[in-house]
């Protein structure tokens, strides 16, 4: 395969998430143009990120069991718009990346970057519906930084800086943002890049450096499985 074999994965991913959210029942039964403008429907309502709510007289979400939601909420997007955002954003950040660390280790920050958003909900917001890679895409624009910041590179020289910088203001000047979803992401990816970036300036077996951001990962599934839980008082209100 050419190119970045896990990001080209994740983007095809993306695609064929948002496509089954058009095609297999759209938003409600409406035309084709609506079904691209907004996604929707109940593929989103059944696997989109939830901490806990109604569908009909059941309760579902997170707290309920849906543990997937974790996971699948960051593959559906509200609209073609906000997924060609995101999947611009993770074309040219997740193939320099994928280029530094590798497929796998790669991988593994994506996920930890993703689940962290994922957190992030959960901590402010548990009861909003929430999808997109966005918490994962903040993720990566926060390990770019890292990466260059422990390298002495300016990230204000490259444009790293001023892209996440206007992305941030973005996050808290247009209403409904998820702001703990990008916050959170945001975070994770600081954090596998700053502790990838230490261990592997020691000498650690390098299976375990790339055990890392996995093991992140598991970190910020279960806290989000914990906050939860607390649905009825979010640790963050």
Known sequence: MEGPPATLALVALNVAAFLATVFLDGSGGGGIYDRFASGGGMVT???GLLGIGR???FLIGVAEGEWSRLLTGGFL????????????LLWM?????????????????????LLAGSFGVMLRDPQALTVGASGAVFGLMAAAVIHQLR??????????GGLLLVNVVFTFGRPGISIGGHLGGLVGGALVAWMVDTVERRDIPRV????????VAIAFAA?????????????LR
């Not at 906000?82 to 999947?87: C, E, Q, R, W, Y």
């Not at 806290?223 to 640790?235: C, E, K, M, Q």
């Open 55 to 57: 569908s009909g007289p």
């Open 223 to 235: 806290g989000s499985v914990w906050a939860a839980g607390r649905w009825w008082d979010p640790v």
């Open 151 to 160: 390298r002495g590179i300016n990230p204000w020289g490259t444009g790293l």
């Open 93 to 113: 950040l997740g193939r320099q990346l994928e280029a530094v660390h590798g497929p796998g280790r790669y991988a593994g920050l994506y996920l930890a970057s």
């Open 77 to 88: 997007h509200a609209g073609l718009l906000h997924l060609l955002v995101n999947m611009f």
């Open 45 to 47: 309502v059944d696997h």
């Open 208 to 215: 375990l450096v790339a055990a890392l951001p996995w093991a």
